[in-house]
């Protein structure tokens, strides 16, 4: 595995860990909040009902990137299973400490993310 130690890969495990367990509570959170919004719609003006529908567009798009961000969170906790945890995806190498301290989901090294972001 990548060159890290036992103490490196500890850490970098527990950060995922707790940012995934954060946004399952966020996501509970949500979900509760949500359930108490559901009020019975009284007649309203057309200005209160957009602003009901921007309301929930903004709750969607939240929703959606916080499942965005839980599915790397698991993508990268599961590497740590598979022995592949710190390796770039891409070229193989192993993903600098400093680097995953910054972003412990990362799939890339350094240079195979600049040269895809190039792209």
């Known amino acids: 595995m990548n060159g ?10 527990s950060m995922l860990e ?5 946004l399952a ?17 009284v007649e309203t003006s057309p200005a209160d009902k ?3 529908r921007l309301l929930n567009d903004l709750a ?15 993508r990268a906790l599961a590497r740590f299973d598979d022995g592949s945890y710190g390796d770039c995806e891409q ?3 192993p993903i ?5 301290q910054a972003r412990p989901e ?8 600049t040269r895809a972001e190039r792209h």
């Open 4 to 13: 890290l130690d036992q103490e490196q890969l500890a850490l970098l495990k």
């Open 18 to 22: 707790r940012r995934r367990d954060a």
């Open 25 to 41: 509570r966020q996501a509970d959170a949500a979900r509760a909040g949500a359930g108490e919004l559901a009020v019975e719609e």
């Open 50 to 52: 957009a602003t009901v």
């Open 60 to 74: 969607q798009e939240a929703a959606g990137h916080n499942a965005a961000q839980m599915r790397i969170l698991k």
């Open 91 to 93: 070229c193989g190498n």
């Open 96 to 100: 600098g400490f400093s680097r995953l």
């Open 106 to 113: 990362a799939r890339l090294c350094i240079t195979c993310q």
